[in-house]
């Protein structure tokens, strides 16, 4: 809901504007001085100020300054009975963004409030838009860690060559920001980028979402259809978790990678295409290609170009600059100002283990600032698993040294503590450690984990 700030000094007419833009929907403060409105500006942020120009206390431009000092967006339409246009011209130069003259109609407020608040919403688009293509070039990667300097370093080499690319890294590790890194450091940055999961759709649907289909090749093929290959031409295509894609299909995508060409579904003809291959795995394709469970020169084929990313506990450093990147786009998500980080909140988060890695750390952090109410993230909006993981000081003994847990028991050990307080809900479960409920029956079923619900 919309909220606005009424200062006016008029009482009937303060009263009238606050019911009636109540029954349009919006949550109302109301002032009679600018002091008490500009105490209201300081208690909450309003996504429009009405203000009289002429107040009792103090003059409306400066009220426009002061509100601006408080919010440098804020958004203000003033009304005046003086319709001068010295008047306005004033106003607009303190910084009003529109203004009314009174007396008015009240519909006519109505259509000049949702104007404002329309062309708000759009310049916060073209706003964000611009930091997109601003950080287009990294993609959202933040990070100063030598693990991280040496992933971008890399990343910008392969970017700039025309080779196939495999990247590698554990769940919500970053592999797709990555990718998209390498598509905008590219010479193919303005062209498409277009995305498959190979994990998402059974066999029969990925080739024809990959190659597309002719008019009549099956029975729900109605009219032909072209497929990402087609629409990726000139770009890049992403596929991700290429280690889940069936064996059927491997031959057929080597094919292409080979020629850049691929028939469609039911169809004759040879259709050329211009497209760049990125693919993204969190298994281990060397061991899988020794199963004969994925195709020994598919895999050279791709790893031609290959990228590690590290997980999140590998670059802990980079945690805080992280944290304070989702902290920003939760808020900005919700248009509320970003809290601030507790240090006892970041020391929290730099010291868990994060078996979900960059997208266990933003969900955290999202849900965080939903919960956050008084400006600063403290650790009652952490989940526990986070809040009781604080490890003791390290100590140091003569006694003979113990066994030490393998990183995949920690993980897993990880998994079963935050599946027992969801009583077994893996969808629960999954959502916490920040993976896909698919990747976290994969990890049980790899741990030998039975397979319940």
């Known amino acids: 809901m919309n909220t606005i700030l009424i200062i006016e000094d008029d009482e009937t007419l303060r009263l009238t504007l606050g019911g009636f ?36 206390d103090i003059q409306g431009l400066e009220v426009i300054a002061r509100l601006h000092e408080i919010d440098e967006e804020a958004l203000v339409v003033t009304m005046t009975a003086y319709p001068e246009v010295r008047t306005a011209v004033a106003a607009l130069k303190a910084g009003a963004d529109d203004y009314i003259n009174k007396p008015f109609d009240l519909e ?45 370093a890399v990343t910008q080499k392969i970017a700039a060559s025309r080779v196939p690319v495999l990247i590698r890294g554990e769940s919500g590790s970053g592999k797709e920001r990555v990718a998209r890194a390498i598509h905008c450091q590219s010479s193919r940055a303005t062209g498409p980028w277009v995305t498959l999961n190979c994990s998402a759709l059974p066999e029969g649907l990925m080739e024809s979402e990959l190659f597309g289909h002719e008019k009549g090749a099956f029975t729900d093929a109605k009219q032909q259809k072209r497929g990402l290959l087609e629409l990726a031409d000139g770009g890049t295509l992403f596929l991700d978790e290429i280690g889940d894609l069936s064996l059927a299909l491997q031959p057929k995508l080597l094919r292409v990678l080979e020629t850049q060409s691929f028939r469609r579904v039911g169809g004759s003809r040879e259709i050329q295409v211009d497209v760049r291959f990125v693919a993204a795995t969190h298994r281990n394709l060397p061991e899988m290609v020794k199963a004969a469970t994925f195709r020994e020169d598919l895999y050279y084929r791709l790893n031609v170009g290959a990228i590690e990313v590290p997980p999140l506990r590998g670059r802990r450093e980079d945690i805080p600059a992280l944290a304070r990147q989702f902290i920003r786009e939760a808020a900005q998500a919700t248009g509320s100002l970003p809290p601030s980080l507790n240090p006892e909140v970041e020391r929290m988060l730099v010291q868990h283990a994060w078996p979900g890695n960059i997208r266990e750390l933003r969900n955290v952090l999202e849900r965080a600032v939903i919960l956050c109410e008084k400006g ?57 450690l920040g993976i896909t409920r698919l990747t976290l029956r994969n990890k049980l079923k790899e741990a030998g984990e039975p397979d319940i619900g």
Do not use: Y
């Not at 409105?37 to 429009?48: E, K, T």
């Open 376 to 432: 600063e993230l403290t650790a009652s909006q952490l989940p526990p698993e986070i809040t009781h993981a604080i490890p003791p000081a390290p100590t140091f003994s003569t006694a003979a040294p113990q066994t030490v847990a393998t990183l995949a028991e920690v993980e897993m050990a990880h998994i079963r503590t935050v599946l027992a307080q969801c009583a077994g809900n893996k969808t629960r479960a999954a959502e916490i």
């Open 108 to 152: 006519d407020l109505a259509s000049l409030i949702d104007r404002a608040l329309e062309t708000r919403r759009l310049r916060r688009e073209v706003e964000w838009r611009r930091a997109q293509a601003d950080t287009c070039e990294l993609d959202g990667l933040v990070g100063d860690s030598p693990a991280f300097r040496e992933l971008v």
């Open 21 to 56: 833009l109540r029954r349009q929907g919006f949550e109302i403060d109301e002032a009679a001085t600018g002091e008490a409105g500009l105490a209201f500006a300081q208690a909450r942020r309003h996504d429009l100020v009405l203000l009289d120009l002429r107040l009792p």
